[in-house]
């Protein structure tokens, strides 16, 4: 693993020759240090960078002018001595017939130029940077070259958010030492994280080939860092998960989003699972568990978000794990939308400034949710009914029903609540290195990883009935390969075919929790039952009773030996399904013999009432003990 940003030693401090238009090169005796948890290099001998006390011997420096160039030290020039910095070195204005002087203007903090950056379609340039913060850290980034437009505000904005001082007097000099220099590295800027290619790309760091580097106009801090040790972690969170199917489920589900790509074979979008039940029993706990893989506990989040924010979390997280918590925060009139948007992995199409087409924000990620509603529930507060197109994208899964509310084994502590703060306190230690280890062992895992998958698919008890179970059984599926995998690299500390297990056990609880049969017939069947028991004794009569007058009439009823059968007309059946097709209401009706009586090729039957042959839908409810 190379570490980019923030986690490089000092370069050599013999830096003092600068030409016009370039920038120093490195030499070869660049050294990288090991991986610290802080998210920099130290190094103490870098101290005086930032002091105001210049050292009693000073070296002087050997410059050609008229030339930028870095100073990493403090240096001596024609008997005075000269603070750290970016110089330039050029000749004051002659006056009359006065021979011009030496000019030493001071630009800002130590900084470097290390590369040219572009993606690979030779787009989006940027330049490589690297400087020194006032904590004599050096920081990488790579900056965009859209940045130096116009005055120059954005990128002198961002690189004093980090820690660049600068001569607010001499800053237009910064821009021209910037566009001046053609450095001869060149490297690939990756504008989003995950999968590049055969390297995976995080903002702080590379997986895989050196020469790709996270770009972006702002650069991100705090999704991606890390704390602590993998062999704590392994020993206070992953290994408590044993005996605890939904925590195994929760942190198998964590490993699942560098799948979609490469074993999946899925170039945008993702699914996801959401955690149901009651408030208070540790729902927000297996979050914290799972982004645990990646991050800090900041790297869970609410629900409360415009759909246009979570599109931009989900893009910065491409190809690892978006979590949210609580969904009842998020509108209900929107959230099918979001789900629509998050697991289709495309956001809106938007226009340029120029007029032109902006291009849309793409993206692979895997969604944990939780909340004490499940998706369907939360959409009819607002009033919709929810698609088998959401129901498969965002899988509801019972998490409460355990033994201790979401846990099973508490691992010798008194109580779930016990457990459950044990298990956030080791998750605000140890965080952010199973998934770096994770993608290491990906990286050089050679086998073919798509058989493999497909292989764990054939398990019977991963079968469906219906396009939605056997969608749904893909997903689970996905997620028990995802921690077998973690296993067999050395990460969870589990027993082989304990994440299989625990996801074949979600899915399961799943399928009791969805019900049988397709998703609209069963809200067809559901509508029809409601308006049976709204309006059965009021807008119904008995089909003898031919003089009864009935204000918005919606048929007869008639008993017969298995039970009472309602002849709806048209208008009322179309009522009672509102938001479905008719002939899909009467392929539901058909398909679970709800329509008892019908007319040779016809599923409606023309009945003598008041005299006169009008044609009426027979339909009697099945209980699903009658099936």
Same mark, same amino acid.
């Given at each position: 693993?190379?570490?980019?940003?923030?986690?490089?030693?000092?370069?050599?401090?013999?830096?003092?020759?600068?030409?016009?238009?370039?920038?120093?090169?490195?030499?070869?005796?660049?050294?990288?240090?090991?991986?610290?948890?802080?998210?920099?290099?130290?190094?103490?001998?870098?101290?005086?960078?930032?002091?105001?006390?210049?050292?009693?011997?000073?070296?002087?420096?050997?410059?050609?002018?008229?030339?930028? %160039?870095?100073?990493?030290?403090?240096?001596?020039?024609?008997?005075?001595?000269? $603070?750290?910095?970016?110089?330039?070195?050029?000749?004051?204005?002659?006056?009359?017939?006065?021979?011009?002087?030496?000019?030493?203007?001071?630009?800002?903090?130590?900084?470097?130029?290390?590369?040219?950056?572009?993606?690979?379609?030779?787009?989006?340039?940027?330049?490589? /940077?690297?400087?020194?913060?006032?904590?004599?850290?050096?920081?990488?980034?790579?900056?965009?070259?859209?940045?130096?437009?116009?005055?120059?505000?954005?990128?002198?904005?961002?690189?004093?958010?980090?820690?660049?001082?600068?001569?607010?007097?001499?800053?237009?000099?910064?821009?021209?030492?910037?566009?001046?220099?053609?450095?001869?590295?060149?490297?690939?800027?990756?504008?989003?994280?995950?999968?590049?290619?055969?390297?995976?790309?995080?903002?702080?760091?590379?997986?895989?080939?050196?020469?790709?580097?996270?770009?972006?106009?702002?650069?991100?801090?705090?999704?991606?860092?890390?704390?602590?040790?993998?062999?704590?972690?392994?020993?206070?969170?992953?290994?408590?998960?044993?005996?605890?199917?939904?925590?195994?489920?929760?942190?198998?589900?964590?490993?699942?989003?560098?799948?979609?790509?490469?074993?999946? /074979?899925?170039?945008?979008?993702?699914?996801?699972?959401?955690?149901?039940?009651?408030? !208070?029993?540790?729902?927000?706990?297996?979050?914290?568990?799972?982004?645990?893989?990646?991050?800090?506990?900041?790297?869970?989040?609410?629900?409360?978000?415009?759909?246009?924010?979570?599109?931009?979390?989900?893009?910065? /997280?491409?190809?690892?794990?978006?979590?949210?918590?609580?969904?009842?925060? %998020?509108?209900?009139?929107?959230?099918?939308?979001?789900?629509?948007?998050?697991?289709?992995?495309?956001?809106?199409?938007?226009?340029?400034?120029?007029?032109?087409?902006?291009?849309?924000?793409?993206?692979?990620?895997?969604?944990?949710?939780?909340?004490?509603?499940?998706?369907?529930?939360?959409?009819?507060?607002?009033?919709?009914?929810?698609?088998?197109?959401?129901?498969?994208?965002?899988?509801?899964?019972?998490?409460?029903?355990?033994?201790?509310?979401?846990?099973?084994?508490?691992?010798?502590?008194?109580?779930?609540?016990?457990?459950?703060?044990?298990? $956030?306190?080791?998750?605000?230690?140890?965080?952010?290195?199973?998934?770096?280890?994770?993608?290491?062992?990906?990286?050089?895992?050679?086998?073919?990883?798509?058989?493999?998958?497909?292989?764990? !698919?054939?398990?019977?008890?991963?079968?469906?009935?219906?396009?939605?179970?056997?969608?749904?059984? !893909?997903?689970?599926?996905?997620?028990?390969?995802? *921690?077998?995998?973690?296993?067999?690299? *050395?990460?969870?500390?589990?027993?082989?075919?304990?994440?299989?297990?625990?996801?074949?056990?979600?899915?399961?609880?799943?399928?009791?929790?969805?019900?049988?049969?397709?998703?609209?017939?069963?809200?067809?069947?559901?509508?029809?039952?409601?308006?049976?028991?709204?309006?059965?004794?009021?807008?119904?009569?008995?089909?003898?009773?031919?003089?009864?007058?009935?204000?918005?009439?919606?048929?007869?009823?008639?008993?017969?030996?298995?039970?009472?059968?309602?002849?709806?007309?048209?208008?009322? /059946?179309?009522?009672?399904?509102?938001?479905?097709?008719?002939?899909?209401?009467?392929?539901?009706?058909?398909?679970?013999?709800?329509?008892?009586?019908?007319?040779?090729?016809?599923?409606?039957?023309?009945?003598?009432?008041?005299?006169?042959?009008?044609?009426?839908?027979?339909?009697?409810?099945?209980?699903?003990?009658? $099936?």
């Amino acid at each position: 693993m190379s570490e980019m940003t923030n986690r490089h030693a000092p370069l050599p401090t013999e830096r003092t020759e600068g030409t016009q238009g370039t920038s120093p090169e490195i030499t070869e005796t660049q050294q990288f240090p090991e991986e610290n948890t802080s998210g920099y290099s130290e190094n103490p001998s870098l101290s005086h960078i930032q002091s105001n006390d210049p050292p009693e011997n000073a070296p002087t420096a050997n410059i050609n002018r008229s030339a930028f %160039c870095t100073h990493e030290e403090w240096f001596s020039l024609n008997g005075q001595v000269y $603070k750290p910095g970016l110089y330039w070195h050029g000749w004051t204005k002659p006056r009359g017939n006065a021979e011009p002087e030496p000019l030493e203007i001071w630009v800002c903090t130590p900084i470097n130029i290390i590369a040219i950056t572009a993606n690979e379609r030779g787009e989006s340039f940027g330049l490589l /940077l690297r400087f020194v913060n006032p904590y004599n850290e050096w920081i990488e980034w790579a900056a965009p070259m859209y940045l130096l437009k116009g005055s120059g505000e954005e990128l002198r904005g961002e690189l004093l958010n980090m820690g660049v001082r600068l001569d607010i007097k001499n800053r237009q000099y910064l821009l021209q030492w910037m566009m001046e220099s053609f450095p001869e590295k060149r490297i690939i800027a990756a504008l989003k994280t995950g999968w590049h290619n055969d390297s995976f790309v995080l903002p702080n760091c590379t997986i895989g080939n050196e020469d790709i580097r996270f770009q972006s106009e702002h650069v991100v801090h705090n999704n991606f860092i890390t704390s602590g040790s993998l062999e704590q972690w392994r020993l206070t969170v992953s290994q408590s998960c044993n005996g605890n199917p939904l925590l195994l489920l929760s942190l198998s589900t964590a490993f699942l989003g560098p799948l979609i790509k490469h074993v999946k /074979l899925q170039e945008t979008g993702g699914v996801g699972i959401h955690l149901v039940g009651d408030s !208070s029993q540790g729902k927000t706990t297996a979050l914290q568990v799972a982004a645990s893989v990646w991050g800090s506990p900041g790297f869970v989040r609410t629900w409360r978000a415009t759909a246009n924010g979570l599109e931009a979390v989900a893009s910065a /997280l491409n190809d690892t794990l978006l979590v949210l918590d609580e969904i009842s925060e %998020c509108d209900p009139r929107e959230i099918g939308a979001i789900v629509y948007a998050i697991s289709n992995g495309t956001g809106k199409q938007r226009a340029a400034r120029t007029g032109g087409m902006k291009e849309s924000a793409h993206w692979r990620c895997m969604l944990l949710s939780s909340g004490e509603r499940s998706l369907s529930a939360h959409m009819s507060e607002g009033g919709k009914r929810i698609k088998a197109g959401q129901e498969v994208r965002l899988l509801d899964v019972p998490a409460t029903n355990q033994t201790y509310g979401l846990f099973d084994e508490l691992h010798n502590y008194p109580d779930g609540r016990s457990f459950a703060d044990a298990l $956030k306190q080791s998750t605000n230690k140890h965080y952010g290195h199973a998934g770096k280890k994770f993608l290491e062992s990906l990286i050089n895992d050679k086998r073919d990883l798509t058989a493999l998958y497909a292989k764990t !698919s054939d398990i019977p008890e991963f079968s469906g009935r219906d396009g939605v179970q056997q969608r749904a059984a !893909s997903t689970f599926t996905l997620i028990g390969f995802a *921690g077998e995998l973690a296993t067999e690299y *050395g990460i969870t500390g589990w027993e082989e075919g304990a994440a299989i297990n625990a996801a074949i056990t979600a899915y399961k609880n799943w399928q009791d929790f969805r019900g049988e049969g397709q998703t609209e017939t069963r809200q067809i069947l559901n509508s029809i039952n409601e308006f049976i028991l709204r309006h059965g004794d009021s807008r119904f009569t008995p089909i003898s009773d031919n003089g009864h007058n009935v204000r918005e009439r919606a048929g007869y009823w008639r008993d017969v030996p298995s039970g009472r059968v309602y002849f709806f007309n048209s208008p009322s /059946l179309k009522e009672a399904a509102a938001g479905f097709d008719l002939r899909r209401v009467l392929d539901a009706l058909e398909s679970e013999g709800w329509i008892v009586e019908h007319d040779i090729g016809k599923r409606s039957k023309k009945i003598k009432v008041g005299g006169s042959a009008v044609s009426l839908y027979a339909i009697r409810p099945v209980d699903e003990d009658e $099936k």
